[in-house]
């Protein structure tokens, strides 16, 4: 079993930063794709980004590259999303999910936190 656990979250002006950090437990950290996701009210749940199991490779939604970076720590069981120029538009609640493949679709992640709320104000 592996469990994730997002913190960080907060609210912010617009132009500030935030880092969300995830500590998973449980086995196989290292072997697994992490992601980040969130999501808006009213809308669906979207990819953010998302590193390999070294943390080598890393990959972006167009809105945020540029502004966010992931990275991870095998060491720590640690997932990391370091958000700069944050606009209103990134208010959401953000997700950190496991997932045994470099995907973009939360279907194939197979385990979430329980979210974080980034709210951004104008």
């Known amino acids: 079993q592996v469990q994730l656990v997002e913190s960080g979250g907060g609210l912010v002006q617009a132009g500030g930063s935030l880092r969300l950090s995830c500590a998973v437990s449980?086995?196989?950290?290292?072997?697994?794709?992490m992601g980040w996701f969130r999501q808006a009210p009213g809308k669906e749940r979207e990819f953010v980004a998302r590193v390999t199991q070294s943390g080598s490779i890393t990959s972006y939604t167009d809105s945020v590259k540029g502004r966010f970076t992931i990275s991870r720590d095998n060491a720590e069981n640690a997932v990391y999303l370091q958000m700069s120029s944050l606009i209103p538009e990134d208010t959401a609640v953000y997700y950190c999910?496991?997932?045994?493949?470099?995907?973009?679709?939360?279907?194939?992640?197979?385990?979430w936190g329980q979210g974080t709320q980034v709210t951004v104000s104008s």
């Open positions: 449980g086995r196989s950290f290292s072997t697994r794709t």
């Open positions: 999910a496991a997932g045994p493949q470099f995907h973009t679709y939360p279907s194939k992640y197979d385990y």
